[in-house]
Protein backbone atom coordinates (compact mmCIF):
# COMPACT_ATOMS: atom_id res chain seq x y z
CA UNK A 1 0.00 0.00 0.00
CA UNK A 2 1.05 3.46 -0.14
CA UNK A 3 3.21 5.08 2.34
CA UNK A 4 3.68 8.38 3.97
CA UNK A 5 3.75 11.21 0.77
CA UNK A 6 5.60 14.10 1.05
CA UNK A 7 5.55 17.07 -1.46
CA UNK A 8 7.45 18.83 -2.32
CA UNK A 9 10.88 16.75 -2.29
CA UNK A 10 12.67 19.81 -2.40
CA UNK A 11 12.12 23.53 -1.88
CA UNK A 12 14.02 26.71 -2.71
CA UNK A 13 12.93 29.75 -1.47
CA UNK A 14 14.06 33.71 -0.82
CA UNK A 15 14.49 34.46 2.90
CA UNK A 16 11.11 36.19 4.61
CA UNK A 17 8.77 34.24 2.13
CA UNK A 18 6.02 32.26 3.61
CA UNK A 19 6.64 28.07 2.62
CA UNK A 20 4.04 25.57 2.48
CA UNK A 21 5.04 21.78 3.36
CA UNK A 22 2.34 18.62 2.73
CA UNK A 23 2.22 15.31 4.15
CA UNK A 24 -0.47 12.77 3.06
CA UNK A 25 -0.42 9.48 5.94
CA UNK A 26 -1.10 6.11 5.40
CA UNK A 27 -5.03 5.92 5.22
CA UNK A 28 -6.36 5.04 8.83
CA UNK A 29 -3.31 6.35 10.54
CA UNK A 30 -4.76 8.66 13.24
CA UNK A 31 -1.45 9.98 14.49
CA UNK A 32 0.70 12.43 12.36
CA UNK A 33 3.50 14.03 13.18
CA UNK A 34 6.04 16.46 12.30
CA UNK A 35 10.00 16.78 13.01
CA UNK A 36 12.96 18.34 11.18
CA UNK A 37 16.59 17.57 10.92
CA UNK A 38 19.08 20.36 10.55
CA UNK A 39 22.37 19.23 9.12
CA UNK A 40 24.42 17.65 11.83
CA UNK A 41 21.56 17.41 13.95
CA UNK A 42 19.17 14.87 15.64
CA UNK A 43 15.87 15.03 14.73
CA UNK A 44 13.76 17.95 16.45
CA UNK A 45 9.73 16.69 17.30
CA UNK A 46 7.98 20.15 15.83
CA UNK A 47 4.42 19.00 16.32
CA UNK A 48 2.00 16.01 16.76
CA UNK A 49 -2.03 15.66 16.00
CA UNK A 50 -3.71 12.34 17.29
CA UNK A 51 -7.52 12.29 15.89
CA UNK A 52 -9.76 14.99 16.25
CA UNK A 53 -7.63 16.28 19.77
CA UNK A 54 -5.73 19.80 20.14
CA UNK A 55 -2.37 19.31 18.55
CA UNK A 56 0.49 19.30 20.79
CA UNK A 57 2.56 22.20 19.77
CA UNK A 58 5.18 22.42 21.92
CA UNK A 59 7.90 21.74 19.83
CA UNK A 60 7.77 24.61 17.43
CA UNK A 61 10.30 26.66 17.32
CA UNK A 62 8.46 30.04 17.16
CA UNK A 63 5.60 31.20 16.62
CA UNK A 64 6.11 31.46 12.75
CA UNK A 65 5.61 27.93 12.78
CA UNK A 66 2.09 26.52 12.44
CA UNK A 67 0.48 23.30 11.21
CA UNK A 68 -3.06 22.02 10.05
CA UNK A 69 -4.63 18.77 9.53
CA UNK A 70 -7.62 19.22 7.75
CA UNK A 71 -10.36 16.05 8.16
CA UNK A 72 -7.82 13.91 10.09
CA UNK A 73 -5.67 13.41 7.05
CA UNK A 74 -3.78 15.75 4.97
CA UNK A 75 -1.71 18.20 6.99
CA UNK A 76 0.46 20.75 5.69
CA UNK A 77 3.33 22.94 7.97
CA UNK A 78 3.56 26.69 7.28
CA UNK A 79 6.71 28.63 7.92
CA UNK A 80 5.97 32.11 7.85
CA UNK A 81 8.73 34.83 6.80
CA UNK A 82 11.22 32.15 6.36
CA UNK A 83 14.59 32.53 7.78
CA UNK A 84 18.29 31.25 6.88
CA UNK A 85 18.00 28.99 10.00
CA UNK A 86 14.49 27.32 8.90
CA UNK A 87 16.59 25.29 6.29
CA UNK A 88 16.58 21.61 6.93
CA UNK A 89 14.60 18.32 6.10
CA UNK A 90 11.67 18.58 7.36
CA UNK A 91 10.06 14.65 7.69
CA UNK A 92 6.15 14.26 8.30
CA UNK A 93 5.41 10.57 9.93
CA UNK A 94 1.78 9.06 10.94
CA UNK A 95 1.11 6.03 12.93
CA UNK A 96 -2.35 3.74 13.69
CA UNK A 97 -2.43 5.35 17.22
CA UNK A 98 -0.23 6.88 19.87
CA UNK A 99 2.58 4.65 20.52
CA UNK A 100 2.76 2.54 17.56
CA UNK A 101 5.57 2.90 15.12
CA UNK A 102 5.55 5.58 12.64
CA UNK A 103 5.92 5.55 9.26
CA UNK A 104 8.10 8.26 7.81
CA UNK A 105 7.57 9.69 4.74
CA UNK A 106 11.03 11.05 2.30
CA UNK A 107 10.66 14.53 3.70
CA UNK A 108 10.83 17.85 2.19
CA UNK A 109 13.86 19.62 1.78
CA UNK A 110 13.85 23.25 2.64
CA UNK A 111 16.62 25.76 1.64
CA UNK A 112 16.43 29.31 2.33
CA UNK A 113 18.84 31.01 0.47
CA UNK B 1 12.17 15.63 31.13
CA UNK B 2 12.65 13.43 28.58
CA UNK B 3 16.17 12.71 27.10
CA UNK B 4 17.94 9.93 24.80
CA UNK B 5 21.67 9.76 24.33
CA UNK B 6 23.50 8.16 21.45
CA UNK B 7 26.77 8.30 22.86
CA UNK B 8 28.86 7.39 19.40
CA UNK B 9 28.14 10.22 16.51
CA UNK B 10 29.96 7.59 14.24
CA UNK B 11 31.01 4.34 14.22
CA UNK B 12 33.19 2.60 11.59
CA UNK B 13 33.23 -1.54 11.56
CA UNK B 14 33.98 -4.30 9.32
CA UNK B 15 32.39 -6.28 7.49
CA UNK B 16 31.33 -9.69 9.01
CA UNK B 17 32.38 -8.16 12.41
CA UNK B 18 30.23 -7.55 15.47
CA UNK B 19 28.65 -4.00 16.01
CA UNK B 20 26.82 -2.61 19.35
CA UNK B 21 25.13 1.02 19.10
CA UNK B 22 24.41 2.52 22.27
CA UNK B 23 21.18 4.24 23.45
CA UNK B 24 20.21 5.64 27.00
CA UNK B 25 17.36 7.34 27.89
CA UNK B 26 16.07 9.05 30.93
CA UNK B 27 12.61 9.66 31.60
CA UNK B 28 11.03 10.19 35.04
CA UNK B 29 7.48 7.66 33.38
CA UNK B 30 7.45 4.12 31.59
CA UNK B 31 8.26 4.93 27.67
CA UNK B 32 8.28 2.92 24.71
CA UNK B 33 11.67 2.86 22.93
CA UNK B 34 11.91 2.38 19.21
CA UNK B 35 15.52 1.70 16.51
CA UNK B 36 14.68 3.48 13.05
CA UNK B 37 17.54 3.32 10.35
CA UNK B 38 18.01 5.78 7.55
CA UNK B 39 19.68 4.67 4.46
CA UNK B 40 21.58 7.21 2.33
CA UNK B 41 19.25 9.57 0.17
CA UNK B 42 16.13 8.13 1.99
CA UNK B 43 13.67 8.44 4.55
CA UNK B 44 13.37 6.71 8.13
CA UNK B 45 12.72 3.49 8.73
CA UNK B 46 11.82 1.08 11.65
CA UNK B 47 13.96 -1.23 12.22
CA UNK B 48 12.41 -2.63 15.94
CA UNK B 49 10.59 -1.77 18.71
CA UNK B 50 10.19 -2.26 23.00
CA UNK B 51 6.43 -1.82 24.02
CA UNK B 52 6.23 -4.54 26.22
CA UNK B 53 7.03 -7.83 27.34
CA UNK B 54 10.25 -9.94 26.45
CA UNK B 55 13.31 -7.43 27.02
CA UNK B 56 15.19 -8.78 24.04
CA UNK B 57 13.38 -7.50 20.91
CA UNK B 58 14.32 -9.16 16.69
CA UNK B 59 13.94 -6.19 13.86
CA UNK B 60 14.60 -6.57 10.80
CA UNK B 61 17.84 -7.24 8.99
CA UNK B 62 19.03 -9.28 11.98
CA UNK B 63 19.52 -6.44 14.31
CA UNK B 64 17.97 -6.55 17.55
CA UNK B 65 17.74 -4.85 20.75
CA UNK B 66 17.78 -5.17 24.66
CA UNK B 67 15.93 -3.27 26.90
CA UNK B 68 17.40 -2.58 30.44
CA UNK B 69 15.45 -1.08 32.50
CA UNK B 70 17.87 -0.49 35.62
CA UNK B 71 20.31 0.96 33.20
CA UNK B 72 17.93 2.63 31.15
CA UNK B 73 19.31 1.45 28.11
CA UNK B 74 18.46 0.16 24.66
CA UNK B 75 21.37 -0.69 22.66
CA UNK B 76 21.17 -2.09 19.35
CA UNK B 77 22.97 -4.98 18.17
CA UNK B 78 24.08 -6.85 15.42
CA UNK B 79 26.31 -10.15 15.24
CA UNK B 80 27.53 -9.85 11.41
CA UNK B 81 26.80 -6.58 9.50
CA UNK B 82 27.04 -6.27 5.72
CA UNK B 83 27.77 -3.32 3.36
CA UNK B 84 24.54 -3.06 3.01
CA UNK B 85 23.94 -1.60 6.76
CA UNK B 86 25.92 1.67 6.54
CA UNK B 87 23.33 4.01 7.83
CA UNK B 88 22.51 6.36 10.19
CA UNK B 89 20.65 4.62 12.72
CA UNK B 90 18.51 7.03 15.46
CA UNK B 91 17.03 6.12 18.67
CA UNK B 92 13.88 7.19 19.76
CA UNK B 93 12.16 7.14 23.53
CA UNK B 94 8.20 7.57 23.58
CA UNK B 95 6.06 8.54 26.37
CA UNK B 96 2.28 9.24 27.11
CA UNK B 97 1.92 12.38 29.06
CA UNK B 98 -1.88 13.95 29.64
CA UNK B 99 -3.12 12.37 26.81
CA UNK B 100 -0.28 13.87 24.31
CA UNK B 101 2.56 11.97 22.97
CA UNK B 102 6.44 13.25 23.62
CA UNK B 103 8.56 11.65 21.67
CA UNK B 104 12.20 12.06 21.95
CA UNK B 105 15.10 10.94 19.39
CA UNK B 106 18.90 10.65 19.94
CA UNK B 107 21.18 12.66 17.69
CA UNK B 108 21.83 9.79 15.80
CA UNK B 109 25.04 7.42 15.12
CA UNK B 110 26.34 6.65 11.46
CA UNK B 111 27.34 3.28 11.25
CA UNK B 112 30.01 2.83 8.56
CA UNK B 113 30.67 -0.38 7.21
CA UNK B 114 34.01 -1.57 5.76
CA UNK B 115 34.78 -3.92 3.21
Known amino acids: GAGVSQSPSNKVTEKGKDVELRCDPI?????LYWYRQSLGQGLEFLIY????????KSGLPSDRFSAERTGGSVSTLTIQRTQQEDSAVYLCASSWDRNQPQHFGDGTRLSIL | AQSVTQLDSQVPVFEEAPVELRCNYS??????LFWYVQYPNQGLQLLLK??????LVKGINGFEAEFNKSQTSFHLRKPSVHISDTAEYFC?????????????FGTGTKLQVIP
Open chain 1, 49 to 56: FQGNSAPD
Open chain 2, 92 to 104: AVNRNSGGYQKVT
Open chain 1, 27 to 31: SGHTA
Open chain 2, 50 to 55: YLSGST
Open chain 2, 27 to 32: SSVSVY
